[in-house]
């Protein structure tokens, strides 16, 4: 067995590892991620002939008892199990549009990290999370909005910078609008003067 990478998948960790046979991906964190029953789920691998010959077992460090066994999937047949999933069929909404997400994004970011280290980038060592850039990008742009919408639009400014987000040159310059709540600039302006 190879090392077990963990890869995050807008906030989810999923598991992987590759051996001589290829990569594998441990299918019960995806089904309990996407909030799906998974013995349904299992029942479905080892019913399809093609799936089941992609089925392999790995020892997971990640539970509470210790290590246990987890039922993987070589990773070339993740979207086409992902893809066996009827949407119009699972009721909860949430549920339907987290799988909606993994089918769209999940195969592609897992096939994006391993496909990498074969073309020759470094890969992680055992153990090291992968983080992926869009749920990172969009959780800052949440906290900046969250921060505009609690502190106002200077805490949120200064929130955008320290996080690194993108820059414009019209970000640079000083806003044609004065903010009403920054009673301090209006206060501190002479008298019969505006303070923009």
Not at 17 to 42: C, H, R
Not at 108 to 136: C, M, R, W, Y
Not at 150 to 178: E, S, T, Y
Not at 186 to 194: D, L, N, Y
Request: aromatic residues 8%; contains cysteine.
């Amino acid at each position: 067995m190879g090392n077990i990478v963990t890869v995050n998948f807008r906030g989810d960790q999923l598991y992987g590892f590759e051996n001589d046979d290829g990569t594998f991906v441990a299918l019960k964190p995806i089904v309990e991620s996407m909030g799906m029953d998974w013995s349904a789920q299992y029942r479905r691998v080892i019913r399809d002939p093609i799936m089941k010959e992609g089925i392999a077992m790995m020892a997971t460090p990640f539970s509470r008892g210790g290590d246990q066994e987890a039922v993987c999937l070589k990773l070339d047949l993740v979207n086409g199990w992902l893809f066996t999933i009827d949407t119009a069929r699972i009721k909860d909404d949430d549920v339907r549009e987290k799988v909606i997400l993994y089918q769209r994004e999940c195969y592609s970011v897992l096939a994006k990290h391993f496909a990498g280290k074969h073309i020759g980038n470094s890969g992680p060592q055992a153990g090291e999370t992968v983080d992926d850039p869009q749920e990172n990008e969009g959780v800052k742009l949440r906290m900046v909005n969250e921060s505009r919408q609690v502190f106002g639009n200077q805490a949120a400014a200064q929130l955008w910078f320290r996080l690194g987000l993108p820059v414009v040159p019209a970000m640079l310059h000083d806003p044609r609008q004065l903010n009403l709540l920054d009673y301090s600039v209006v206060k501190a302006a002479p008298e019969g003067q505006s303070a923009a």
